[in-house]
């Protein structure tokens, strides 16, 4: 019953999606008032029945409901509740009935709250949000149902991948989403502008902080999505440019260049064109990359097995939505008028650099997810991987993060370099000692040696802005780009610096040995048999102590699943503030000893706290611009209010 | 008087950006495409192709029955992978995936040593349904038949 009730509530769903196409188109016609005026509440009733029948996804799920097939399919009666839940999104189904719950809410929201835009903008913009929103229910209801039933229910389920029972599969996707999907929002926003001619600084402003948001999302997804991949495959890396991370990463660079350009059109009313451009190619990269990865056309860690009819669904909506977009932009790009001037050495100067090199980067992590896809149409097989995304994406970064050590300083339309001259030289005067210095003491590899160097540069000058200003009375905003600035900065010291000195021991080692691994010495002193609810481990107990000191205690365990039958390794990591001691227990050999991993990487943890850092900027921001909005609004009310008392 | 462009010749400048940016980033692409994408070759492929020592490359294959052997390490391997036409040794160090047995199917990333043995950097055996190496999945239907029947008794 609950999964009927669940399958009935996404049919409702969809027809108010359709309704609500059907309301902004024809409500944009003379006589269509009554029509236009259905709308926004139908996106609200859509947005609520969608979120019902995901509830009665994960109740399914909860009581592990076996008749229900993607439940007999992907969970099983003996699993901590916290991994039958989350098994709901663990799946192809699943995860795309989250997707498309949350692209309902999303809709809801702006319905519901966003009343700034000239209502003919609003209602194409809502159009756009139904007429996506519908693509992706039909695809769920006709070619990805998870509500189907399976006759006769089986005694037990197939449980789920071992490695996605974690407390990460909890969060992670689920945040990942919020920002794919937050996206189509910017998306639905340009859209509805570019229909209804209306791209101006004050759509900047409203489609501005709905960016802000799906980048704060997609910035934590990526920084947890690294860090449980770091942990849990066992592996020692943080970033492995699996299609799937590359697929989080390009919406990720669209988002930020969107991000920066629509502050330039918001604040000076330049860059149109460009700025509507990234509002369609952020969406879309999203869509690319979850559906390209997920249709296991290109196959990773993380694809679910998925059969070639629903690969040619998704490529038929990819075409449509994306298709569609770019040939209305070619059609009303020349409608834009141009924007406000600037000189070459100003803010939008500067800005324009970053939107340049982001977008080359994307471009470039675009080319080199796809270039197995096809060069195998040519019957030849390769993979891509750190050695080709490496230096070739270096090569546009590291140069944008030179213009991020000036730009910010910069003031708007047009500068002269005396103006800032001295923070910059004292900026660039502390990259080059570091360089120096490295260069001579560590001799270190020419990627992580720039590396540091720049991180230190942009660390220096993060906070250069702030300078000779009143702290108290600087707006919010100004603080989170400050800090995010540092946050780049510090994941980029991290990652250089794991490169540049990681100590790593692989070693057969028997109970009661003692192993060096750079600072540390690692005593094995026993191994011993664990039992957990659904697997059983060997567990090594490891003593290890820095530079002599006293011994930490760590755990690392071989566990064997057995709903489906797989071994799995769990890390165990001893976190100092100058980095991370990880280690990994392997096998057994023929003659008792025990295999042994052992890596120190010294400051690995500035990776994800610089990443963290990244996306509190942006809630700081945020956090800015919603409080500022919404004292204005109270301001226009009042004004309001008066002027018709006074009128009276 | 001014620095500033009339708005058309503006845009223009951007658009020429913008295009030289792309054109800079596209060959600079093309050109690490075609230097670090690392092929995918079964051992017959493997010998005739003959990279040059140090291109990385990925081996795909079965283990040969009774080729495995542990070093005194306790952590390296070396084992023989076949096509049923030629084989290739390689050699391993590390952890072994709990999959990787004598006479399964295995995807071995790495580079083929000058000595001619193939010097695996990481191993991926067959893992189970829903997760199957690419190149395992495309391998012809009697070497699939035969990796299955023995990962899965």
Request: glycine residues 10%; positive net charge.
């Amino acid at each position: 019953m609950i999964a009927e009730i669940g399958l009935a509530a996404l049919w409702l769903a969809a027809a108010l999606a359709l309704l609500q196409l059907v309301g902004a188109i024809f409500g944009q016609r003379p006589g269509g008032e009554t029509l236009a005026l259905l709308v926004r509440p139908a996106a609200l009733v859509q947005a609520l029945l969608c979120l019902l029948s995901f509830v009665m996804l994960l109740w399914v799920f909860a009581r592990t409901d076996l008749s229900v097939l993607l439940v007999a399919e992907n969970s099983s009666s003996q699993k901590p509740m916290i991994f039958k839940i989350a098994g709901a999104w663990g799946n192809h189904e699943g995860s795309m009935l989250l997707w498309v719950t949350i692209m309902a809410l999303a809709g809801g929201l702006i319905a519901s709250i966003e009343r700034r835009l000239p209502d003919k903008t609003m209602l194409a913009t809502l159009g756009a949000q139904a007429f996506l929103g519908l693509g992706f229910y039909t695809f769920i209801l006709f070619a990805s149902n998870p509500f189907e039933r399976i006759f006769p229910a089986p005694m037990d389920g197939n449980g789920l991948n071992p490695l996605l029972q974690d407390i990460g599969l909890a969060m992670h996707p689920p945040t990942l989403y919020c920002g794919y999907v937050g996206l189509s929002i910017a998306f639905s926003f340009v859209v509805g502008a570019l229909l209804t001619r209306n791209v101006t600084p004050e759509f900047a402003r409203v489609m501005r902080p709905w960016v802000l948001g799906a980048w704060i999302f997609l910035t934590i997804g990526i920084t947890a999505g690294s860090y449980w991949a770091y942990y849990e495959l066992g592996w020692g890396g943080w970033w492995f440019w699996d299609p799937t991370e590359n697929a989080s990463l390009m919406p990720w660079l669209a988002a930020t260049a969107l991000l920066h350009s629509v502050s330039v059109l918001a604040s000076r009313d330049a860059l149109r064109t460009w700025t509507v451009m990234l509002g369609l190619i952020a969406f879309s990269m999203s869509m690319i990359g979850t559906f390209l990865v997920r249709s296991g056309i290109l196959t990773s860690v993380h694809a679910f097995a998925v059969d070639p009819q629903r690969g040619t669904f998704i490529l038929a909506l990819l075409a449509i939505n994306i298709g569609g977009a770019l040939a209305l932009f070619a059609a009303r790009a020349g409608t834009i008028a141009e924007g406000e001037r600037f000189a070459p050495l100003s803010r939008e100067g500067a800005l324009v650099i970053n939107n340049v090199a982001l977008t080359a980067v994307l471009g470039i992590v675009l080319l080199g997810t796809l270039y197995p896809l096809l060069t195998e149409a040519f019957g030849v097989r390769v993979s891509v991987g750190p050695p080709y995304f490496n230096p070739v994406s270096a090569a546009f970064v590291f140069p944008m993060l030179l213009v991020l050590v000036v730009g910010p300083l910069l003031r708007w339309r047009r500068d002269r370099f005396e103006r800032i001259k001295a923070p910059v030289i004292a900026a660039v005067a502390a990259g080059v000692v570091v360089l120096l210095a490295l260069w001579l003491i560590a001799g270190m590899a020419l990627l992580p040696l720039l590396g540091v160097t720049l991180a230190v540069m942009v660390a220096v000058a993060a906070f250069l802005p702030l300078r000779g200003r009143s702290l108290k009375r600087l707006p919010l905003p100004v603080w989170g780009m400050a800090l995010a600035h540092f946050g780049i900065a510090m994941a980029l010291f991290g990652m250089s610096v794991d490169t540049a000195f990681t100590v790593e021991k692989l070693t057969a080692a028997d109970v009661g040995e003692t192993i060096a691994v750079g600072p540390w010495r690692i005593r094995l002193e026993a191994v011993e048999p664990v039992a957990g609810p659904n697997w059983t481990a060997l567990a090594g107990r490891l003593s290890a102590s820095y530079k002599g000191g006293a011994g930490h205690r760590l755990v690392p365990q071989s566990r064997t699943f057995w709903a489906p039958p797989q071994t799995t390794s769990e890390s165990a990591l001893l976190t100092r503030w100058n980095g991370q001691l990880y280690t990994v227990i392997g096998n057994a050999t023929e003659d008792g000893r025990w295999q042994l991993r052992l890596w120190w990487k010294p400051f690995v943890p500035c990776i994800w706290l610089g990443g963290l850092l990244i996306a509190l900027g942006g809630v700081l921001s945020l956090i800015g611009r919603v409080t500022r909005d919404l004292r204005r609004r109270y301001a226009v009310r009042k004004v309001t209010a008066r002027r018709a008392e006074a009128a009276a | 008087m001014s620095i500033l462009l009339k708005p058309k010749h503006q845009r223009l400048v951007l658009v020429v950006i913008a295009l030289v940016a792309i054109l800079a980033a596209g060959t600079l692409a093309a050109w690490g495409l075609h230097n670090q994408a690392s092929y995918f070759y079964v051992p017959s492929e493997l010998l005739a192709a003959h990279p040059s020592p140090g291109q990385a490359g990925r081996l795909g294959g079965m283990v040969e029955k009774g080729s495995l052997r542990t070093a005194p390490d306790g952590v390296t391997i070396d084992f023989v992978v076949s096509d049923g036409k030629a084989s290739v040794p390689v050699r391993f160090s590390g952890i072994v995936p709990d999959l990787f047995v004598e006479g399964s199917g295995v995807v071995a990333e790495g580079h083929l040593g000058a000595d001619g043995v193939f010097r695996a950097d990481s191993l991926l055996a067959k893992h189970d349904e829903n997760y199957v190496p690419r190149e395992l999945k495309d391998m012809t239907e009697a070497q699939k038949r035969a990796a299955v029947k023995d990962t899965t008794q």
